[in-house]
């Protein structure tokens, strides 16, 4: 290294970061780390899809071509499973959006006790999923669950939120939004604590209306980190797992079974290996268009404003 | 082989492969490491203290008994992911008896019988073993208990490949203090005309119908009498599985199907067996609506479909409920005042069955439990000390030790011993019920079949459609997918 | 030096009063956390007590469940592997997302200020990395695992959670460096800096705020993640969220007390970690949106 050091005015290092190499010089590590640990088992992956290959069998894999993706393209199953998901990613990540922004409102301001208030809310975020999931369906349970008891203490009876396919959704939702929108919120909060404070008083002496000065200046302070959050936690919610598989497994019958527990089941349980590698990667293309569109519909909006 | 062609496959060099095997076979004759994949539970965790404190290799090797504990919930996927990635990490495997077919089919799980009648003394534990044990944690293709119990060991055209590591049933846990007080017993016989059971002997007599009794009878509201004080919340008579998850409802229908004289899709007689008109039979139909039927005495969790056999085990040591069916497995908390309201208050018995007309009851239950079997890549050594462990725990006096820890012996030779009852408290129902069991598929695609079915249980005992549309599309599946798989003709 | 950006913007003052409220809701928005948090004190009957127990006679039982586990044929208690598990869990996430925060950092920097060809494609495949549910590549890097020699080792597991955090790191950390004022750093190259100093000296220190951002949101993404640590660690490499699972079922359903121990424990360090930079955390992921 320290050979290298010394030849910083030419040699070696300084080919290496010619202006026109800096670039993909300073890309390349993090690409490569991607490539080696996610991109590469990919393709294997994708490779598997086009084999009848089973990881629980002996037989020898033989090339089938697109039979799986053509498999898995007209089963009913997927479909609904894929319309589960889009309720279940639909309402959490809007609930979490609303409840994220109120909460960011409520701590848009300095007061007393801020720093400790804001981590009492951001503390849901920090809890891994096999305890949210845990603890939501003990809260859930008709006995000895909080939400039956509180439910109990106005109608005098025991209350099933899981009894039914809706209830199902919504209490999955509940975990699952309550725990991400403290994240959606940092990232408004974040937006809303950067607008000039002028900005506000000029609004004021114009007489502007709240949704007029929310959308012409709170929200283009907001808008790049809203794009970033909606993003992530779409792409996050679509692989919602642990809280739907220890809360409902899935049930009441199929009702909120989402595509990655399908997939874990298709993967893990039924060892239909290349079956699950063609489903995966329709799942990455539904998610690519979706961010594609998102991105999209972003970009001419700014295009619009600007 | 199949391990070199199934590298290949996934575009791996067999060089590789080759200097990963000669580096696994190479082990020291004075020490050998076996490493076995168990779920972290009692019955495991005794297996390696035991081991530990009493294992002397008969063949002078210094042998290290290395558990993998894994939890329960994560125990399958554990297991499925190393062995289906070829890694070869563990040289013997605690498994669920329906797991044999997936992981025999895949090369996995190692063929014992040429060893098993080589060696006189696995020949021994092999016939003191029960059937049922033998039938449902050994065979695969999988021989049913009866043909067990009629042939000989070694039976013929039979492959056997695992041990019990610790057998199971479901019997009833109950209340002694509800079902032997006077005041509830006089109540009850005069509503039902029948009598309370009380003691082992009653328990011994009660069948489903007077299950429903015992659910319509104890079912109390907050401040309801209750035995000698007052329900202190809902109170319920009785309770058993009907969740979702894994196998939490098929173990207790199954009983239901079987001892109303209805079937499963029989795995013996493959290919000729059928699922539609079996499955789904008027027979299977009704027994399905029987079990059904007693949920509407039990607690409100059951329209959730989510009252597995441990939301029933807590709901009985939290005292909200007098009687249930579960696993012996999971008996050892209800003793224990740390964790049990009703410590002290409880009892056990058979778990109740189905009248005949000749006024016997069946019993037919699903067997529960685990065996352990040895893998396919260790080396003739490692074999040899894997079965000398299997020797030393299916030993009496390991056995024995191991029930007096919570544990149950498959010998039926310890079972026999008249300090075995008493042992612990449920040693008499559970040896009771082993003559009654049977077992769930094993085929390799047991966890399909038993998905869908899970699944459609749960629509009908969350009342979205009746027993009849279930089976339907239970046997429809199932005759589709075993047709598939070349297991229906 | 320039100092754009670093003037401290000037948020709305509140009073007492509206402490008050904020309190009333966040201790409501808490208050499952809360729940946990009491039930770690609990016994098992407490715990699952109706109606519930808010008043109770709290137990320290738990806790010791979590470092000592009773042994069955003797009366010794055993140590359990937590303290391994726990020093796992901070070491693994750690490093892992320091790691992503490092070569983040750097291609960050080299999307921002020397944009290659099909930039936006470079990022957008670098998102992507992020979607498919982890269950679908487990085999494939298991055997990868395997091959290597990674397998239960301490960097397999750290690389693949430094690739799982590169994605995040990378989108977050450009937001900062777009923000900054490329024209100061050209004039700064004039005046005959060089890139390192350019980088290291000028553009670093004025995104501080956003790394220690980012390294919170990594810490909180990664400090919890289970199924590969599930399926990749091996004995002496487990984090403390497969030591969770122990608490889910075996000879008892959920062992909630032990569970709540375990989760209450864990909490503190990432509490700890996220309240100590909340000021850059805010300030941080601020910075991003200031507009030009």
Redesign the interface.
Known sequence: MAAVRSQ?EGGFFAWM?A?ER??????A???I??F???????L??FGLSFFNYR?NRQDIPDFVGLRFYERVLTDPDVWERFQTTALIVGSSVLVQLILGFL?AL??????????V???????????????VG???K??YEP??G?LS?AVRVFTGSTYAILGSPTGAIIAIVIADA?MWAPFVM??V???L??V??YLYEAAEIDRASWWRRFRTITF???R??LL?AV??RT??T??L??IVYIITEGGPGTATET??VY??RV??QFFR?SQ??AL?YI??FV??VL??LY?YAVKQREREVS | MRLIRD?LV?G?SAA?LAAGLLAGGVAEAADIRITMAA????PT??MK??FD?SYQSPDGHNTVLDM??I????FY??VA??L????QKYQMIVTDSQWLGAFVEGGYYLDLTDMMIADPELTAIMEDLHPALVSAYSTYPHKTKDFIAENEFPAPDTRYFGFPQFPDTYVTFYREDLFCHEGEAAAFEERFGQTLPCTYEDWQDVDWDTFRNIGEHFQRAAGDPLGDGVA??DFFGIAYQAGKGYDFSTMQINAFIWQHGGGIWDETEAPNAQAEGVVNSDIAVEAFEHYLDLLQFMPPVAQTGQMDI??I??LY??GKVAAIVDWV??G??VLDP??S?VHDKSAFGPAPGLRQEDGTIDRTGNIGGQPFVLTTWNSDEVVQEGLNVVKWWLNPETQK?FVA??GQSGLMSVMADPEYNDLRPWNRAHVEMLDWQRDVWHVPDFFELLTQQQEEFDRAITGQIDARTALDSVARFQQMLLEDAGLIE | MARIGSRP????????G??A???V???I??F??L??IL?AFK???DA?A???KFFFTPTL?NFTNVFFRE????QAAQATEFPLYFFNSIFIAGTSVFLALI??T??A???S????RGNDT?L?V???????????????????F??TGL?GSYWGII??Y???N???S???VK?FFDELNPEIEDAARMDGA??KRVFFAMCLPQILAGLAATFVFGM?LT??E??FA??LTG?ETRTV??????????????D?GL??AI?TL??IP??VV??IL?NQ??R????????K
Do not use: C, H
């Open positions: 910083e970061m202006p800096r670039g993909p010089m300073l890309v590590p993090a690409l780390v991607l080696v640990m996610n991109i590469f088992p990919l294997w992956s990881a909460l409520m701590f848009a301001n300095q007061f007393p006790l801020r720093r208030l804001l981590m009492l809310v951001l503390a849901p975020m920090m809890l891994s999923f096999v305890s845990v603890f939501f003990l809260y006995t000895f909080l008891q309550w940092l990232l909060l974040a937006g604590v950067s000039p404070k283009p302070y907001i790049s980190l970033l993003l992530f792409i996050e679509f692989k797992f642990d595509i990655a997939t874990y993967a893990f290996t699950s590698s995966a799942i990455l998610v690519i961010t594609n991105l | 590298r996934l791996v590789s779920p972290d539970w009692p965790r005794f203290e035991e404190r993998d504990f939890p329960w919930p994560s996927e554990r992911a190393s289906a990635s070829g890694e202190d919340d441990f939301v085990q807590d040591m939290q497995g999971l050892e908390p740390n964790t309201l030790n820890n919570g | 913007r000037e948020i709305g003052k509140a009073g007492w509206w402490t409220f904020t309190s809701v966040s201790l928005y808490f499952p956390v729940w946990i039930t016994t098992r009957s699952l109706v109606p519930p039982q042994s069955i044929t003797a070569l983040g750097l291609a920097y080299g999307f200020r020397y944009p290659l470079y957008f670098i998102l992507t990395t992020r979607m498919l549910p982890p269950i679908v590549v487990i085999i494939p890097i298991f055997l990868m395997r091959l397998a690389l693949l430094t690739a799982f590169i994605p995040f990378v989108w977050l937001s060089g890139e909180i400090w919890n289970f199924i599930l399926l004995v969220p497969v030591a969770m699972a122990r608490t889910m079922g075996g000879e008892i359903g959920v909630y569970l709540a989760v864990f909490l990432i509490f996220t309240y909340q955390l805010l941080g992921v601020t910075f991003g949106t200031v507009k």
